[in-house]
Antibody, heavy 122, light 107 residues
Framework: EVQLVESGGGLVQPGGSLRLSCAAS????????MTWVRQAPGKGLEWVSA???????HYADSVKGRFTISRDNSKNTLYLQMNSLRAEDTAVYYC????????????????WGRGTLVTVSS | EIVLTQSPATLSLSPGERATLSCWAS??????LAWYQQKPGQAPRLLIY???NRATGIPARFSGSGSGTDFTLTISSLEPEDFAVYYC?????????FGGGTKVEIK
């Protein structure tokens, strides 16, 4: 079955760190662009970070310098290392896979995990 | 950053009615826009990509149109399972951005 399963969320104090994982099955994370999107409680979707097949990365300004996206091809897993966490980082974090239409691989997302909740609070 | 503004915030309709949702971009995104559906407690689901192409498995009652800065998602006849929140997303430039969403609720 093709799926993404996030883990690693939880309660953390402001200034703390967490590492989120996203285990893929049914496809190789190295074969697609991958991304993290978050959703604060009761709010809309916010793109967080992305990684190309070749390893280049992009970040939202709100997390740049604090979050790091990476992947382990041998474990077929995507990661998001989150440091210096703030209350405003509280959200459900989704990992998602880019679409692929032959040679056309646009930054839209056709497979999402169920999300993992990160709560930043003292 | 490209800002996507969705209108209306809430749309109250009955099953069988036609739904028309709008998404405006602060600058041209050409046709590089997608629409997603999200139900409570679920992840988003891709409906439309590149403004007008239905994603795999999406029913024909969903259609997208527009280019440049003005886009529309139309649901021709609402089914009970279509009541949800809908988001647009642009991919023309970084950062990727989403609209604030339109909630389609049962009238």
């Amino acid at each position: 079955e093709v799926q993404l399963v996030e883990s690693g969320g939880g309660l953390v104090q402001p200034g703390g760190s967490l590492r989120l994982s996203c285990a893929a099955s049914g496809f190789a994370v190295s074969s697609r662009y991958m991304t993290w999107v978050r959703q604060a409680p009761g709010k809309g979707l916010e793109w967080v970070s992305a990684i190309y097949r070749g390893g280049d990365t992009h970040y939202a300004d709100s997390v740049k310098g604090r979050f790091t996206i990476s992947r382990d091809n041998s474990k077929n897993t995507l990661y998001l290392q989150m440091n210096s966490l703030r209350a405003e980082d509280t959200a459900v974090y989704y990992c998602a896979r880019s679409t692929s239409y032959g040679d056309y691989v646009p930054w839209y997302f056709d497979l999402w995990g169920r999300g993992t909740l990160v709560t930043v609070s003292s | 950053e490209i800002v996507l503004t969705q209108s209306p915030a809430t749309l109250s309709l009955s099953p069988g009615e036609r739904a028309t949702l709008s998404c405006w971009a602060s600058q041209s995104v050409y046709s590089y826009l997608a629409w997603y559906q999200q139900k409570p407690g679920q992840a988003p689901r891709l409906l439309i990509y590149d403004a007008s192409n239905r994603a795999t498995g999406i029913p024909a009652r969903f259609s997208g149109s527009g280019s440049g800065t003005d886009f529309t998602l139309t649901i021709s006849s609402l089914e009970p399972e279509d009541f949800a929140v809908y988001y647009c997303q642009q991919r023309i430039t970084w950062p990727l951005t989403f609209g604030g969403g339109t909630k389609v609720e049962i009238k």
